[in-house]
């Protein structure tokens, strides 16, 4: 069961299955919206949300019917606010032919939405799960101790795994132009559900970002604090004296241009970098703070080892409903 919400500066789902009939409306000719950064601030469409959705769901005049099918459990509402709270439900079952073993997923949660003024919005939310997955999931957990899309899993009654989830962020909006938001989730580049430049199939993670627009132009920085939960093991370190698993930061540049309706090209930079990459190193380095200098320059010029990626993403609307995109990344790129 899935419940929609429609705050004002609150965040798109991310997910193919949800934006599937949203991408009706954001991918077309006539459209100037800026669709490959996700997720996407509701504020910046140029449509309602509810208007799209509420084609595809029935509005029940039995109040219990409509709290289950087609809207949130709470609605508190204004003249300054409005604040909304759903619960969380996912059961699904499954066979396994080849161990003839039957797989399941149960999922328990919330989600808390709202908006205070014009200016700032939050989300919140939170899932715990237990599951027992197909044979090829299944392998794939054992060897990394990662369930995929979700983070680490724990061993439940011997043949399944548990795992928990929790999201949330503050958005900040001034007028139509600058936006700001802290959260702790996940992002996407990308205008399918793949990406070369930044995936959304990993576990949620701490981010700042800044995002600008005008004229045909919007431009992301993301800064994100990332973890390796293998690195000690992977490397033959002892943990014994750290504190939580190994970081590494992220530090992201995106300049994405609308040429017109029809065509848009975006460029985009990172840098990934170990804390205390090396002897005597304080760990965080703020020369990569910089939200617009080019950082495959600065890595340079600081004789650094970090990791960068320079890359590209195009769109083009073709006829009959459809588009051509593409990604084309580099990664370490030099010159000498």
């Known amino acids: 069961i899935c419940f929609y919400s429609y705050s004002q500066h609150t965040n798109l789902l991310l997910g193919r299955s949800y934006a599937s009939d949203i991408n009706r409306e954001l991918y077309t000719a006539g ?112 060897d990394n101790k990662v369930v995929p899309g979700q983070g680490f899993g724990r061993e439940f009654k011997g043949t399944g795994f548990d795992y928990a989830m929790s999201s949330g962020y503050v958005t900040y909006r001034q007028q139509n132009m600058f936006t700001l938001q802290f959260g702790h989730g996940k992002n996407f ?85 170990r804390m205390n990459h090396a002897p005597g190193s304080s760990g965080f380095d703020v020369n990569y703070l910089n939200p617009i200098a080019m950082l495959r320059p600065m890595e340079f010029s600081i004789n650094s080892p970090d990791n960068v990626l320079v890359g590209l993403n195009t769109k083009y609307k073709l006829p009959f409903s459809s588009y051509l995109y593409g990604q084309f990344v580099l990664d370490e790129f030099s010159i000498t």
Do not use: C
Not at 45 to 66: A, I, M, T, W
Not at 222 to 238: C, H, K, P, R, V
């Open 189 to 273: 580049i990308g205008d399918g559900y793949r990406s070369l430049l930044l995936s959304d199939n990993t576990f949620n993670y701490p981010y700042l970002k800044f995002q600008t627009t005008f004229w045909k132009v919007q431009y992301t920085t993301l800064y994100a604090e990332l973890m390796d939960i293998n690195y000690f093991e992977t490397n033959g370190l002892s943990n014994w004296d750290q504190m939580g698993y190994a970081k590494k930061y992220l530090s992201s540049h995106y300049l994405s241009l609308n040429t017109n309706n029809k065509f848009n090209i975006s460029l985009f930079e990172s840098i990934v970098w």
């Open 31 to 142: 459209s100037n919206i800026h669709s490959s950064f996700k997720p996407i601030i509701q504020s910046n469409l140029s449509f309602q949300v509810d208007s799209v959705l509420g084609n595809y769901y029935k509005s029940y005049e039995n109040l219990y019917l409509r709290k289950i099918f087609s809207e949130h459990l709470m609605i508190l509402e204004g003249p300054d606010y409005r604040v909304i709270a759903s619960p969380i439900v996912n059961f699904s079952t499954g066979k396994e032919l080849i161990d003839s073993k039957s797989t399941f997923v149960n999922t328990r949660g919330y989600l808390i939405e709202g908006d205070l003024g014009k200016k700032i919005s939050f989300s919140t939310s939170f899932f715990e799960n237990q599951a027992i997955f197909s044979n090829y999931i299944d392998i794939y957990i054992k």
